[in-house]
């Protein structure tokens, strides 16, 4: 089984519905983030989480919610979906390593998201 | 905040021969830089990666060198095989208490046989 499991991998959807985007991991790792990819743009932060308790917004928030049902769960909604929100979908944890500085992140294999 | 910028997007070089990406960043408090590999279908895996205090560092055919001064890093990847054809990724953080890890728009490299 992959280590960082994302759910539904393709979803099509039309403007104005509401949609969630699953992640859950068994990495053990406390750190969890979504990502959004689109051609040209790169990797763009959403939402980030440091623990169950802790979430915080990355650089491209709006439109776009998170929960942290448990350290192995976090999911991404779109309250209300727009055509611009047609993306890839990352999922990623981290455990980082404080001696060395470096923290890498293990990525789900991307949800595919169309929005009409 | 951060901001790095990648090049080119889009390479294309013989196999066998050498290719290289280049990045640049805003932050000059930056000090982790990953590179990431993303295969078809798949999502980015970590290559290699290097921190703020060398200059170089090698895997096989795989080398990341650093600039401090001039903030900018790149991967170089030598005698190139077909399955290195993918998109790859740059990034910079300040470190493992960053809260985030900023990445470059992505070169996409294809291998001619």
């Known amino acids: 089984d992959a280590d960082v499991t994302q759910t539904p991998r393709n979803r099509i959807t039309k403007t104005g519905k509401r949609i969630m985007l699953e992640c859950s991991q068994t990495?053990?790792?406390?750190?969890m983030y979504w990502y959004r990819q689109d051609p040209g743009l790169g990797l763009r932060l959403i939402y980030y989480?440091?623990?169950?308790?802790?979430?915080n917004k990355g650089e491209i928030s709006d439109g776009y919610s998170v929960s942290r049902q448990a350290q192995a769960k976090f999911s991404l909604s779109l309250e209300s979906a727009i055509p611009n929100q047609t993306a890839l979908y990352f999922c990623a944890t981290s455990d980082p390593h404080m001696d060395s500085g470096a923290n890498v992140l293990t990525f789900g294999a991307g949800s595919r998201l169309t929005v009409l | 905040g951060e901001n790095v910028e990648q090049h080119p997007s889009t390479l294309s070089v013989q196999e066998g021969d050498s290719a290289v990406i280049k990045c640049t960043y805003s932050d000059s408090a930056s000090n982790y830089f990953p590179w990431y590999k993303q295969e078809l279908g798949k999502g980015p895996q970590l290559i290699i990666d290097i921190r703020s205090n060398v200059g170089e560092k090698k895997d096989q055919r795989i080398a990341v060198t650093l600039n401090k001064t001039a903030k900018h890093f790149s991967l170089h990847i030598t005698e190139t095989q077909p399955e290195d054809s993918a998109v790859y990724f740059c990034a910079a953080s300040m470190g493992s208490s960053a809260s985030k890890i900023i990445f470059g728009s992505g070169t996409r490299l294809s291998i001619r046989p």
């Open positions: 989480s440091f623990d169950v308790k802790d979430i």
């Open positions: 990495k053990g790792h406390d750190r």
